[in-house]
Each structure stands twice: as C-alpha cells, then as structure tokens.
C-alpha cells in the first residue's frame, strides 16, 4: 500500500471532540496487515529455543519490534499522521499457527456445518498433515495459517461421503 494512503483516516482516530457532529473518540479502529509476518515468525523461534511455548508469550515479546517494522517498512502507515500523531495505541502480533491450532481450527469448522457425529475415518490430525509447514528446516508453522482448513475439510468430507479416503 502506498505511503500516506491511511492518512486519510486520521481526522476519525485523532482526539477530536466531534467531525460533522459525531464523537468517534470511543470508536475502536484495528488495522490488519501481515507486516512484519517473518519476524513475528524469527521472534516466536527464539523463543521457542529459549523453552517458551505460544502460550507463554505475550505482547511485550513483540512491542518494539512491531513498532519499528511499521515505522521502517516501505510503505502502508511509513511516514503517516497515525504514526507522527502517536494515534495507535497498540500493535497486536498474529502468531503464526502451529499444527495443534489447525487440528482445532478443523474440528470448529466441523463443528460449525452442524453435520452428524464426527465419522470415525476423518482424522483431524491426518488432515492438517496436507497443509504446508514452514520453515524449511523445522516445519512447526502453517504457511498459510487457517485458510485452507476449509478446502481440505470439505475435500476429506467429499470423499468420505463417497466411500473413500485421504492420504
């Protein structure tokens, strides 16, 4: 995204009393982006290798080097009001998601189709093996997160319902 684009939305997230008579000073604003996905990723890795688990990690974890990423990255909020101003009070990472996350991602979306009892053959953790893992030398993190889940759900239920099976 181009630099200064967002810059559009400052006069909504600033501390104004009211802008053409409507106080958006309680109104919550998130911005998603997949900036700084790698070093989230590298962040969680180390770690890892120091014995910290998902679980264990919190924001502090991540705070100045998300901040940074968003002040240096070319692009997006780089050189924008938002940030000059200091109006984002939070910069929330996405951790990347491990295999036991899919697994229950794959059974909420089970779930959610409200189809009858789960059969027997459909094994959660034989279908989140399908999706890819990354990096290359550990393969602990989806590639793609959660957004495949659906595809090979639905796939594993298809061919179920004809008889057959998956990998």
Do not use: W
């Not at 600033?14 to 998130?30: A, I, N, S, T, W």
């Not at 550990?138 to 590639?143: D, G, R, Y």
């Not at 239920?157 to 998956?166: D, H, K, M, V, W």
């Amino acid at each position: 995204m181009p630099s200064g684009v967002l810059d559009v939305l400052t006069p909504y997230v600033d501390r104004y009393e009211q802008l053409d008579g409507v106080d958006y000073r309680k109104c919550v604003f998130m911005f998603i982006s997949n900036r700084g996905g790698s070093r989230i990723e590298e962040i969680v890795l180390e770690k890892y290798k120091q014995q910290l688990t998902r679980e264990q990690l919190s924001l502090h974890h991540f705070r100045r080097e998300l901040e940074n990423i968003v002040l240096n990255e070319t692009g997006g909020l780089q050189g924008s009001q938002l940030i000059s101003k200091k109006l984002i009070d939070h910069y929330v990472p996405f951790l990347p998601l491990e295999k036991y996350n899919i697994i229950t991602c794959l059974e909420a979306a089970y779930d959610r189709m409200g189809t009858p009892p789960c059969d027997p053959a459909l094994n959660f953790g034989k279908l989140a093996d399908q999706l890819d893992y990354g990096p290359e030398e550990n393969k602990i993190f989806a590639k793609e997160g959660a957004k495949n889940v659906d595809i090979v759900l639905n796939y594993a239920i298809e061919l179920s319902n004809n008889g057959l099976t998956t990998k």
